[in-house]
């Protein structure tokens, strides 16, 4: 039986290759089934797949896109109630004190800046600076997070004994031309900020005089107590 079939296949091949018979397509047995597809179909349905698979998780905010858009800041058109003078002054104050040259104002250089301008401040209290305005939380002051310094300035938001109204007040930067909020009284309150700097200045030096004069006070009322001893030995 199977001999039969093989000698009637081989026949037939050589009648279809003699163009004695045009061939016929012959379904796949897996076919028949439906156990197997295609490859490019089964290809092109795993692709579609992934696809909406991937579009789903991105949409439900799982997945990560590799080309993210990036927001390109301008300082001109998000910092409006400067002027660009202002601005280009600010930026060049920020350049100074970006010893590192990598756009950021780290602990360390805001130490510096501080102690520049005559206002030196603790560990804590640099710390605490950068942390008011660090709003990417990187422990460090980007040029726009600098802005933001002297827009709270302007705007009355700080604090008058706070680190960063020092910073705004100390630095050479006015921002009371544009008439912002805050802005009549912005350069006296400078003013008043170097006057009042100048006067704790004076304060510790008076300070550390009086400490001076009580240690010698004691140096020498310990040396009169050993000479009245030495008297009575």
């Known amino acids: 039986m199977a ?45 579609l797949g992934a696809k909406l698979t991937r579009r789903g998780e991105l949409n439900e905010g799982l997945g990560e896109q590799f080309q993210p858009s990036m927001k390109v800041f301008n300082p001109y058109t998000e910092f409006k109630e400067f002027s660009r003078n202002q601005i280009k002054d600010m930026e060049k104050l920020f350049k100074t004190y970006d010893a590192g040259k990598d756009n950021y104002i780290d602990l360390m250089e ?84 170097i006057s009042e700097t100048n006067r704790f200045e004076a304060e510790i030096r008076q300070e550390q005089e009086a400490k001076k004069k009580q240690a010698e006070e004691q140096k020498q009322r310990r040396t009169a107590f050993k000479d009245l001893q030495s008297a009575f030995k």
């Open 3 to 47: 001999t039969d079939e093989l000698s009637s296949k081989l026949s037939r091949r050589l009648q279809i290759e003699e163009g004695a018979e045009d061939p016929v397509a012959v379904d796949v047995v897996g076919h028949q089934n439906g156990s197997e597809e295609k490859p490019s179909t089964a290809n092109a349905d795993s692709e």
């Open 110 to 193: 805001l130490k510096l800046m501080m102690e520049k301008l005559g206002a030196p401040q603790t560990h804590i209290g640099l710390k605490n600076m950068i942390k008011e305005v660090d709003e990417d939380l990187d422990n460090k002051l980007s040029f726009r997070e600098f802005l933001l310094i002297f827009r709270k300035a302007a705007a009355g938001e700080l604090a008058e004994d706070s680190g960063l109204s020092v910073l705004a007040r100390l630095s050479e930067i006015d921002v009371s031309t544009e008439g912002v909020k805050g802005a009549k009284t912005f350069f006296e309150a400078k003013v008043q900020a």
